[in-house]
C-alpha cells in the first residue's frame, strides 16, 4: 500500500464510513491484516482473493479463514494468468511500460484459469456483499475491468482503495480516467492518490457525502519552517475565532517534532500529520486539502501569516453575500513584506471585488497583477472543489496554485478577491516565491494560460 493506513484510516473518519468488513482482492500474503484488525475489523470479517492458488493454500495454513482461489475479470472466460519471480506482478494482463520500468521481473509460471466476475464469485461462495463495505484491489491492471463488469455490485462499496494506471503498464489495463469516470457514476469520488514515476500507483475513492464537522480548517503545509514563523504564528493562531481546527502537514516531521515540545503543543484544535516521504510544496497541499474534516479550510503557507482581518473580512462577505460553495475566496488585502528589503506593499489592492470566472478569465490574464492572484494558493476552499483539484508534474509546480486556481475555473468555480481580506506575505532568503522566481516567470512565459 502506498498510501499509508494512518492516512487511510483518516479518510474512513473524515467520512465517517462504518467499517462494517473488507473485500481484499490481490490477496498475495495478506500482509494487510494487521492493519485491518488494528481498524477493529476481525478476521472474520475480512473476504481475501487470490488468483495464484499456492498463496491461497499458504495463507489457508497460516489460519487466515476466508481466503478464496479465483481470477476476477469482467466477463467469464478461459485465460492465461501470469506469475511473476516476485510474486506482487502476477497479472492476467501482458506486461507493457513494465517490462521496461522492472527489467528484473519476469514471468516464470503460466497457469490455464477461468475467470469469474465479481457478482458470481459473491453468489458463488454465499457471500453476502452488503457485509463488505471497505474494497482493496490490487490486481495489476484488471480493477477496472472487474469493476465495469459487475457495476450493479458497486453500490456496496463505501471506499474502494485501488491501484491505478495513467499509461499501458500492462496492456489493456484500465487508465485512471476511465476509473474515476465510472466510480464516479455510481456516488464514489477520487480523494486521495499517490503515484510513482513508472505511471502507476494507488488511489483512494469514497462514497461522497459531507464531511462529519461543520466549520472551518486553517490548514498550514510546511517543510521546516518552524523557526521563525510557526513558533510565533500557532499560539496566535490557536486564539482566532471562527477556526475549529488547525492543520499541520509537514513533510519530514522536523516541525511537528518541535510543536510537540512546546506547551501549547497538545492543544486539541492542533491535528497534526507526518508525511511518510516529501511530496513537494503542491502535493503536499493538495494531501492536507484531502485530510480536512471539516466544511471549509482556508489554506496558509507556513512562512506566511494569518491576521484576524482575513476571517474578519471573509465571514463580513458571506454575511453580505451569502456562502457559495462554487466559489474560492482570495484574499485581496494580502500583504508583502520583504525581509532583505524591509519594504511592504499590497500589489492585488486593486482587485478587490473581482469575481473570475470562465467567461472572463482570459481578460482577466490581462489585467496588472492578475498573475500574482491567480498564484495565491493562500485561499479558502469548500470541501467539495477538493476532488477536483489535479494531480500534476513536477514541471507544474513554478506555478502550483495557478494549475490549481486555472482547474477548478475550468469546472465551473468562480475566483472571489475579498475586500479586506489580509494575511502577511513573507518574502524572505529562504522562501519558494524568492528563490524559484526565475523559473516561475519562464514557466509563466512559456504557458498558455487560456481557458478555451
Not at 466476475?117 to 491492471?141: A, C, E, M, R, V
Not at 496566535?236 to 516541525?255: A, H, N, P, S, W
Not at 500574482?372 to 476532488?387: E, K, P, R
Request: hydrophobic share 35%; net charge negative.
Amino acid at each position: 500500500m502506498l498510501i499509508s493506513a494512518d492516512i487511510l484510516k483518516q479518510i474512513i473518519d473524515m467520512y465517517s464510513i462504518p467499517l462494517k468488513g473488507v473485500l481484499h482482492v490481490g490477496a498475495h500474503k495478506c500482509e494487510e491484516k494487521h492493519v485491518y484488525n488494528r481498524y477493529g475489523v476481525s478476521d472474520d470479517q475480512i473476504v481475501w482473493v487470490d488468483a495464484n492458488p499456492d498463496l491461497v493454500s499458504y495463507n489457508l495454513s497460516r489460519g487466515i479463514p476466508k481466503c478464496f482461489s479465483a481470477v476476477l475479470d469482467e466477463t467469464e472466460h478461459d485465460a492465461v494468468f501470469k506469475i511473476t519471480n516476485n510474486g506482487e506482478s502476477s497479472s492476467l494482463l501482458d506486461f507493457g511500460s513494465h517490462k521496461d520500468s522492472y527489467p528484473d521481473i519476469v514471468v516464470t509460471k503460466e497457469l490455464q484459469v477461468r475467470t469469474q466476475t465479481l457478482s458470481n464469485f459473491f453468489k458463488t461462495n454465499s457471500l453476502d456483499p452488503t457485509q463488505y463495505n471497505i474494497w482493496n484491489f490490487d490486481i495489476q491492471g484488471s480493477e477496472y475491468h472487474v469493476f465495469n463488469g459487475s457495476k450493479e455490485f458497486l453500490k456496496y462499496a463505501d471506499l474502494i482503495y485501488a491501484e491505478v494506471n495513467t499509461a499501458d503498464v500492462y496492456k489493456g489495463c484500465g487508465k485512471m480516467e476511465d476509473m474515476d469516470r465510472l466510480l464516479s457514476e455510481y456516488g464514489l469520488e477520487r480523494v486521495m492518490t499517490h503515484m510513482t514515476d513508472a505511471n502507476w500507483g494507488d488511489a483512494i475513492y469514497v462514497r461522497m457525502s459531507t464531511p462529519n464537522k461543520k466549520g472551518m480548517t486553517l490548514g498550514v503545509p510546511t517543510y521546516k519552517r518552524y523557526s521563525p514563523f510557526l513558533e510565533n504564528y500557532i499560539p496566535k493562531y490557536l486564539e482566532l475565532e471562527g477556526v475549529d481546527e488547525i492543520l499541520i502537514c509537514d513533510e519530514t516531521g522536523e516541525d511537528i517534532d518541535q510543536i510537540l515540545q512546546q506547551p501549547w503543543g497538545s492543544n486539541p484544535k492542533l491535528r497534526l500529520i507526518k508525511n511518510k516521504e516529501r511530496m513537494g510544496a503542491y502535493h503536499n497541499k493538495l494531501n492536507l486539502l484531502k485530510l480536512v474534516t471539516t466544511e471549509w479550510v482556508a489554506l496558509i503557507d507556513s512562512d506566511n501569516e494569518v491576521l484576524p482581518e482575513y476571517f474578519e473580512a471573509l465571514y463580513t462577505y458571506w454575511k453580505e453575500n451569502g456562502k457559495d460553495k462554487s466559489s474560492i475566496y482570495i484574499p485581496a488585502a494580502v500583504e508583502s513584506v520583504s525581509v532583505n528589503e524591509h519594504s511592504r506593499n499590497t500589489p492585488i489592492q486593486h482587485l478587490s471585488g473581482y469575481i473570475v470566472n470562465k467567461e472572463n478569465w482570459n481578460s482577466f490574464l490581462n489585467v496588472s497583477w492578475s498573475g500574482y492572484a491567480l498564484n495565491l494558493g493562500n485561499c479558502v476552499f469548500h470541501f467539495s472543489q477538493i476532488q477536483h483539484i489535479p494531480e500534476t508534474v513536477p514541471k507544474d509546480v513554478m506555478a502550483d496554485c495557478q494549475v490549481m486556481n486555472k482547474a477548478l475555473v475550468e469546472k465551473g468555480y468562480n475566483l472571489v478577491l475579498v475586500p479586506n481580506m489580509k494575511y502577511y506575505h513573507i518574502v524572505h532568503p529562504g522562501s519558494l516565491y524568492l528563490n524559484t522566481a526565475e523559473q516561475q516567470q519562464q514557466f509563466q512565459r512559456v504557458t498558455d494560460w487560456r481557458i478555451y
